[in-house]
């Protein structure tokens, strides 16, 4: 049955149950390996209180990443459209809405602060994955520990900008760990290369997971740890795609950054009212929050350039 008969009017809550039951009965016509990421599943397992969540996140076996959002299209769903920004920097996925779902789909090809590379970060986590159920659907997880691993990376980006973050990352730091969880978790954390990323969330732990020194030096982990310093601010992400730029391209992300055009305006601020003073309004409120957050977003690329250079073009980690 289509998206738009099984879902109209429904709650949230309940279109978030339905959307991992329907992704994961599309995967399988596919045999396609996906684990549903965050949402309830945290809750179940202990480490989180519950909430409702605002979409159904999936990480998708990479090879087969284009596969499964190609379906997910031809199912009625469209990509929501994002900014300039959003498009350079939100590379390790793609976010599906429908117009009769309650709820988005956000499919990932790798999770941030994985640096080892996505098809073994994704058979590391899919060789010890749980079920789940969802609308009388079994559904795939990340097991309890994987996603200890998966939701400390997720509030390590945001601990600065929402205090959400840093109380869930606090939380998580004191979960009882079983011995077995304890010993396990070592091998996990070099399996998902997140002994670098995750490496003073290990300390605060009590857990020993010794850091290997390729992926202490890789682009990667100097992109992870220059993301976490600048807070995860708009204007460290304009800056980044500037370093990364050639060209004209550089001239168009300059350009949008100082003064974005009417269509990344609304895209990223909803809110705006859509006449030529709202506009230039929510512009000029827009350059005050960027200039604020600037030297937090300088000092972490200068500290890390001082620390190694980054090579234009490198590998993205986001």
């Excluded at 009769?100 to 090809?109: A, N, S, T």
Aim: glycine content about 8%; some cysteine; charged content about 25%.
């Amino acid at each position: 049955m289509p998206p738009h008969q099984t879902a109209l009017n429904l709650a949230l809550r309940s279109g978030v149950d339905l959307g991992h039951a329907w992704v994961q009965e599309l995967a399988d016509g596919l045999g396609v390996r996906v684990l549903f990421l965050k949402g309830p599943t945290l809750s179940r397992q202990g480490l989180r209180a519950e909430r409702t969540s605002s979409d159904v996140d999936v990480l998708v076996d990479p090879v087969a990443f284009d596969r499964l959002c190609a379906e997910i299209v031809a199912r009625g769903w469209q990509e929501r459209p994002a900014p300039l920004i959003g498009r350079l920097t939100s590379v390790h996925s793609r976010t599906f809405l429908h117009p009769y779902w309650p709820c988005d789909l956000d499919v990932h090809r790798h999770y941030p602060g994985m640096l080892v590379d996505p098809g073994t970060a994704f058979d590391a986590l899919w060789a010890e994955h749980e079920t789940s159920v969802f609308a009388q659907r079994s559904c795939t997880v990340p097991s309890r520990l994987s996603n200890i691993v998966i939701l400390a990376l997720h509030s390590l980006r945001g601990t600065r900008r929402q205090a959400r973050h840093a109380a869930e990352l606090d939380a998580l730091v004191n979960v009882v760990l079983t011995p077995a969880e304890r010993a396990h978790l070592p091998g996990l954390a070099s399996r998902t290369g997140t002994t670098v990323t995750l490496a003073e969330v290990f300390r605060r732990m009590g857990v020993v997971v010794p850091v290997d020194p390729h992926e202490r030096e890789s682009a990667a982990a100097r992109r992870w740890r220059e993301r976490v310093a600048s807070g995860s601010f708009g204007s460290y992400f304009w800056f980044a795609a500037l370093r990364d730029a050639r060209g004209l391209d550089r001239a168009v992300i300059a350009s949008r950054a100082i003064w974005p055009n009417r269509s990344d305006l609304l895209l990223s601020r909803p809110e705006t009212v859509d006449t030529t003073v709202g506009r230039a309004v929510a512009r000029l409120r827009r350059w005050g929050r960027g200039v604020r957050s600037v030297p937090r977003a300088l000092g972490a690329m200068t500290l890390n350039t001082r620390n190694t250079s980054i090579e234009p073009g490198g590998p993205r980690w986001n």
